[in-house]
């Protein structure tokens, strides 16, 4: 017994290894800076602790191991859901998800490792800059997390800083300027000053300047309508993950699926991605008839724009490229493909088939859409669609909105 505990013991006793756990932690308590939390200070808390331990730290690895450790906890905490969807429902072992999800931290910390190690070294030599040198690299980071092997900007640091309202909302007028790596820019570069210069009155003026900023250029009105509001009606139906794919209940998710159809009154009306694990030509032409039944009930006196409404259902579909994940009418006239897929949920890096063994969820690879057809106008408004993981990708939103489309 006493042999067993001697390493692990003998660990323990040593400080670096506390202060790699300490880091985890750090990283890990960060995450309330995300929603439904929202204290993005925290995270530049953390940050800032982190740049004074850089600026402290003897050798480049120490630099890199305190970034990289702190990402890991950072990313396990906000990633620890997939954990459980890997094990509820993709049928790995509970101890194999939890391993996966701490695989794919692994990966993402070690963008901020780098950057670590990088700003360590840089300010071994340029000392007078050492707020922006952190702001650079780990922008850079999050740039290249976000679009290296399909992309991962999962968690990136200026989305905690999106606030509709109230005393956090500081940073919300320099979205439409910069977006959110600028935000992430101006995070990281504030968070360097407070952990280098705390006590400096220059540290706390840029401080308060770069948030009254903020907020006064949130009260400017950045973009104006191109026509009147379009009312639009989201169906959720609520099926368990466990049971969309079990056909003995397709029936009865079907007949909860009309039923809040026939509710819905919005000129457009959305159901929830792949709501029928269907594809769209199999579609029976039955439930297509009664689908079209149910979503007449709308057009009634109280429907707005009763004469062009829209029912889009979400459903596989195939052509000669392969499978997609796809957003279509009800007559099948006008579709859109998923461009921005999820890796392991809809289709298997390269190298990586040995891993989707162990899932237990029926799917096969799907291909990505190539473009975004316009769905059609409303009142001189164009719209174009984007489908759940995509609206983590802000080059597909911006690329539709400056074709003219709302998404």
């Keep these: 017994m006493n042999r067993s505990f001697a390493i692990p013991a003998a660990l323990l006793h040593r400080p670096w290894v506390l202060w ?29 602790w982190l740049f004074r331990t ?21 990313f396990t905490v906000g990633l620890s859901w997939l954990a459980v969807a890997l094990a509820r429902y993709g049928g790995l072992p509970w101890g194999v998800a939890a391993v996966a999800v701490a695989l794919l931290a692994a990966y993402l910390a070690l963008w901020w490792a780098i950057a670590g190690g990088i700003t360590h070294w840089l300010w071994r030599r340029l000392g007078t800059v050492r707020a922006l040198v952190p702001a650079a690299l780990w922008t850079l980071a999050e740039w290249g997390r976000g679009g290296l092997l399909t992309g991962f900007p999962w968690l990136m640091p200026g989305f905690a800083a999106a606030h509709d309202a109230g005393p956090l909302a500081l940073f919300n007028g320099w979205f439409p300027i910069v977006g959110a790596l600028g935000v ?15 006590r400096r009155l220059q540290t706390w003026g840029i401080t308060f300047g770069v948030c009254v900023a903020g907020w006064g250029l949130g009260q400017i009105a950045w973009s104006e309508p191109a026509a009147p509001p379009v009312t639009v009606s989201v169906i959720q139906t609520v099926v368990a993950q466990d049971e969309k794919w079990d056909t003995r209940r397709w029936q009865t998710h079907f ?13 457009v009306v959305v159901t929830p991605e792949t709501v029928l694990p269907l594809f769209e030509s199999d579609l029976p032409q039955t439930w297509r008839a009664a689908l079209a039944a149910a979503f007449a009930q709308g057009n009634d006196a109280h429907a707005p724009d009763a004469s062009n409404r829209t029912l889009l259902l979400g459903l596989f579909r195939r052509d000669a490229t392969g499978i997609h994940n796809a957003l279509t009418t ?11 897929l999820v890796p392991f949920g809809e289709f298997v890096p390269p190298g990586f088939h040995w891993f989707v063994r162990w899932l237990a969820i029926p799917f096969a690879d799907q291909v990505p859409g ?18 759940c993981y995509e609206s983590a990708f802000a080059r597909w939103v911006v690329r539709d909105v400056r074709r003219g489309h709302r998404s």
């Design 20 to 48: 790699l756990v300490c880091w985890s932690v750090g990283g890990g308590v960060a995450l309330f800076s995300f929603a439904p939390f929202g204290w993005w200070p925290l995270l530049m808390v953390g940050l800032a």
């Design 54 to 74: 850089l600026a402290r730290a003897a050798y480049l690895r120490d630099a890199a191991a305190a970034s990289g450790f702190f990402a890991h906890g950072y």
């Design 184 to 198: 992430t820019f101006l995070m990281v570069a504030l968070a360097a000053a407070w952990g280098n210069a705390p």
């Design 255 to 267: 007949t909860e699926l009309t039923r809040k159809v026939a509710r819905a009154k919005g000129a």
């Design 330 to 340: 009800l007559d099948g006239r006008w579709h859109y493909d998923k461009r921005q």
């Design 370 to 387: 190539v473009a975004n057809p316009s769905l059609g106008a409303w009142q001189r408004a164009h719209w174009a669609a984007n489908i």
